[in-house]
């Protein structure tokens, strides 16, 4: 190689930004590029991280697909479809979206209720443990974790959890008589207050006494009502926790005992309030009054003694209601004669008394969630797709996860289903048609683990540390005697004796009292205790005075053997 060509390599040949050739891989300097490498590099970058959400018809049936990425520490998902022969049926054809469907577990029980905001971006779940779980789609990855977990109260399973219309406010009702606030982060707002349970009328009280079942938002988001098992309905103000704005008293035709009401809701323009009962009466309440008695009631809705999970109005139908009772039915009414329901759907028993049902945003399609007839959970939780207008059943989705769905909640916006579980799986189903919600996690790559852990055990105290354990370090004697000074105890002046009559729990002292103490000397600790006892023997036995005589003419004399004292000293055979 010549002198010229080893010093060309290091003269530029341009200035400004360098641009790569076409074909070029950068990292590499050489303009000898095989372009066949090129490609197929850059082909498996653009398709790192894809999965398509639309799956052809011809294409092999998938049932589930894992991914696992080795490089970012111990953490794995797997996203799961539904089955390919469920989505060539009626599910989909109907616009229902469960073609796919991921599983979000962290829950230790049964997944009692679940919320979505009105944008979509937050999920709310609540548990029969107490915990209730925030999940947030924009910032999850697809190892599906909670970035909270908030206790309303400790030992209260959650029965409700509704955000109002604008998605600012959280409102929790769990098994305590108080109705909490939060913000959509988690964070308490709010704790409204508890009635008094000795006042035996409910008007009186000023709250709940009993647990709180059902709970749900004024269109406006103003004000909201509760439902409790002390058989009241009360309507709050968010404003004001400490008082309540009306009291809503339902009463049962059976003798000798307390309603409760496990269901509430409110009407799409605000005006009525409907109500459930234990004892399968179904009321209607005008929202601003007057309070007597309702508008429309049935006494026998449902079978007695069994609580009425559900009650919610047909969207696009403010004439139509639709219960979900604890005899295995579902019933829907018209509210201008509810003598007897329009339809009713039998054989849909509910997983628990928090059992909720679910409306598109168009009153089209109801799903219900089916649970198993006995007492074990299914292998496959099942949710019907019921025709709203006239109850019959369009669809029965299988979802391939174990347990019996309990809740149940269809966001619109999205055109995403979430299905809590009995075993704390959260099932979120959606199809191409979605948008946002679990498919922003789906395409996330797992976060890696981070390497140094930040400890948090909180302020570590040794033993030395601590004013018991610790040592004194040696000090001047001026020192010493100015530490003494600071300190409270050691420099307290000593109180002087209070003259006169004692005030303040002080005796008071004279003059004469110190007088008469050094003349009148109690002398009894200097006295042997022995020694006084015997000067009063000589006395006691010449002249017995109290049991001595009753026995004189009857005991015997005392004989002592003295045979061993022989050797002994006078003064001891004397004792």
Known sequence: MALSDELNK??????????????????????????ARCSAITAKKDTRDKIDYNVSETSTPVDAISINN????????TLEYVDKEDTTNDAATIGVPVNYHIAMKGHKKAVSVIAWDPSGDELVSGEHGANMMLWSFPTMDRSFQSYRTVVPFEGQQIHALKYNSTGDLLLCATGDPRPKLFMPDGRSVSEFKRGDMYVMDMRRT???VAALTSVDWYPDGAKFVTAGADSTLRIWDCERPQAQLQVIVAKTKTR?????????????????????????GLSLWPSSGPFIRPTQHTANA????????AVEFVPGNV??????????????????????????????????????LAFDSEGKHLLVGAASAGSTPSHNASIAVLDPTNLTEQHRINIPLPGDVLSITWHSRLNQIAA?????????????????GAKLCIDKRLQPRQTSESSSVGQIITPHALPLFREEKPMMAKRRRDKAREDPIISQKPKIPTNGHGKGGVIGVNE??????SIMKDTVRDDDPREALLRYAAVAESDPVFISPSYKDTQDKPLFDDTGMADEPEMKRRK
């Open 10 to 35: 290091y003269i530029p040949k341009g200035f400004g930004k360098k641009k790569n050739k076409k074909g070029a891989i950068p990292g590499y300097t050489d303009n000898k590029v095989d372009t």
């Open 70 to 77: 080795t490089n970012d520490g111990d953490k794995q998902s």
């Open 206 to 208: 000023t709250g709940h």
């Open 256 to 280: 000798g005992r307390r309603v409760a009401v496990t269901a509430c809701t409110y009407s799409v323009d605000g005006r009525t309030i409907a109500s459930a009962q234990d004892d399968g």
């Open 302 to 309: 449902h079978l007695p003694d069994t609580e009425t999970s």
């Open 319 to 356: 004439n139509h209601l639709v219960t979900r009772g604890g005899d295995d039915t579902v019933k829907l009414w018209d509210v201008r004669k509810m003598a007897t329901p329009l339809a009713t759907k039998d054989c849909l028993p509910s997983a628990g008394p928090e059992a909720n």
């Open 420 to 436: 809590g579980l009995t075993t704390g799986t959260i099932a979120v189903m959606y199809d191409a048609t979605s948008t946002r």
């Open 512 to 517: 004469t009292q110190h007088i008469m103490k």
